[in-house]
């Protein structure tokens, strides 16, 4: 028999001292998917080749009556001598009773577990960095979309103004820019940078113009930290006392009471003055906050359907109750009766804005943030929304022209409840009016006062705040306005 040439295939039946030329030369036979070209050397070395060509060193053992094959790596990348020496590592490994494919499998679960914990780490580094990097505006937004339910629309206002930005124009002030709110410089800040340093800063900087707009602030401030506290992605981040600060609070001084409202020898002229207003529904207005006692936005958002002449009765927005029914009076009345029908609200206003009226309305404005009286007759007496939105402009020069400065729309909402001790009236009464919370178990569980009951003593407060002020009137007339188409 002749000996094969060694450029011929290897004899896949036979054993081979495994040299570089021999791998080179081994060829899958036709029709088959591998084959394997044994080694003498390490008789559990193996290369296998696919019929694709590709070569690779392989570890071949019985193991419990099965055979068991390892890929141990590349013929490129792997010399004979480390191929054989990993095989024999391998028979050592199973000649001790150690499964090599075990082992590397719980090498390559510890491997994964490894790989998931570093990206679990980097997930929580790269979470850490997006919290730490959270705006206090950010949250802020956050906070009043998720609450804005349970307020009511002055607080959310309260809580849009102190945190503004500022340059924006004017909704009803064109060519006027806003301030930036109180809180503006706090927003820019990082969250977990918002500490009770940084407040009492804050504090000490807004608090020589503006005190009483930095106590609110602090109040709103304060809220929303306990709030980024209870939250699960931003405990930790917000400081829940940094609104709290001592020298926060001392810096924006305490509230002062205040003291303005009328007594009754100056219910004459404040109703005189009040009476000769060139804007006959802002005149109206003010009478009658003065005669219900209501809050301004009460009454300022009264609309025709909520007052109902034919039961004597008004019904007020409360910000207490929701709403609250209210006595019609006789003058109340007198003075609705001859306010015109512009639209649905009562104390209303033209929406067309004329040119002149529009500067009227801006002169007006700039002179009431500045503190001074605008020129005589130039009163605004339109507004965007219909109603009449700053009828303290025009209460404020009736009070100069009156000697009577310092008379704010809430101090007549004082003046009522103040005059009323003047009257043998039960306490509850006005204050049930006025829509203030019950005080005490009795008034809160067990008295309850019809809509009569409470006309009955309101028509002697009218009337003798009217009696006080000389103002007479004729019940079955109007008050002199028409109605408008």
């Not at 009770?196 to 602030?217: H, Q, T």
């Not at 301004?296 to 039961?311: F, G, I, S, Y």
């Not at 039960?426 to 409470?454: C, F, K, T």
Request: glycine fraction near 6%.
């Amino acid at each position: 028999m002749a000996r094969p040439k060694k450029s011929d295939a290897p004899d896949l039946a036979q054993r081979f001292d495994l040299t570089v030329g021999a791998i080179e030369r081994l060829n899958c036979p036709p029709g088959k998917p591998q084959a394997f070209l044994r080694d003498t050397e390490a008789p559990s070395l193996r290369v296998r080749v696919t019929a694709g060509g590709a070569k690779s060193y392989v570890f071949e053992r019985s193991l419990k009556n099965k055979t068991i094959r390892i890929t141990i790596g590349n013929v490129r990348d792997w010399t004979i001598e480390k191929a054989r020496a990993e095989a024999r590592r391998l028979s050592v490994m199973l000649d001790a009773g150690t499964d090599p494919r075990e082992l590397e499998r719980e090498r390559a679960e510890a491997k994964a577990a490894a790989a998931a914990e570093k990206a679990t780490q980097a997930a929580a580094a790269a979470s850490q960095a997006t919290a730490d990097a959270l705006t206090v505006r950010e949250a802020w937004n956050r906070y009043m979309a998720e609450r804005r339910p349970h307020w009511g629309e002055r607080t959310y206002a309260d809580h849009m103004k102190t945190a503004q930005e500022g340059g924006k124009d004017r909704q009803r002030m064109p060519g006027i820019k806003t301030k930036p709110g109180p809180l503006a410089p706090l927003m820019v800040l990082r969250l977990v940078d918002l500490n009770g340093p940084a407040v009492e800063a804050w504090a000490a900087r807004e608090a020589k113009d503006r005190p009483a707009r930095v106590r609110l602030s602090l109040r709103l401030l304060k809220a929303f930290l306990r709030w980024a506290d209870a939250e699960p992605d931003l405990k930790g981040r917000a400081d829940p006392a940094a609104a709290s600060a001592k020298k926060a609070r001392e810096a924006a001084g305490r509230a002062k009471a205040k003291n303005d409202y009328l007594q009754r020898e100056q219910l004459k002229t404040w109703f005189a003055h009040v009476r000769q207003i060139q804007n006959p529904v802002i005149g109206a207005y003010l009478q009658c906050l003065l005669l219900t006692g209501a809050r301004r936005e009460e009454l300022a958002a009264l609309r025709w359907e909520d007052v109902n002449t034919q039961w004597k009765g008004i019904n007020l927005k409360d910000k207490i109750e929701g709403r609250r029914d209210v006595p019609l009076t006789p003058y109340v009345a007198h003075l609705l009766a001859g306010l015109p029908r512009r639209n649905e609200w009562v104390f209303s206003s033209a929406r067309a804005l004329a040119l002149d009226t529009k500067n009227a309305d801006r002169r007006a404005r700039r002179h009431a943030s500045a503190g001074t009286d605008a020129p005589a007759g130039d009163v605004a007496t339109t507004s965007a929304t219909g109603r009449i939105m700053s009828p303290d402009i025009a209460h404020r020069r009736a009070c100069a022209a009156a000697g009577l400065q310092g008379l704010t729309l809430h101090g007549l909402r004082r003046s009522f409840a103040s005059l009323c001790e003047w009257l043998d009236i039960p306490g509850g009464i006005s204050a049930q009016i006025q829509g203030h919370a019950p005080q005490g178990v009795r008034e809160q569980n067990y008295i309850r006062r019809p809509l009569d009951l409470l006309r009955l003593h309101h028509e002697k407060i009218e009337a003798w705040m009217l009696e006080q002020a000389g103002v007479t009137f004729d019940a079955a007339a109007p008050a002199g306005l028409l109605a408008v188409a």
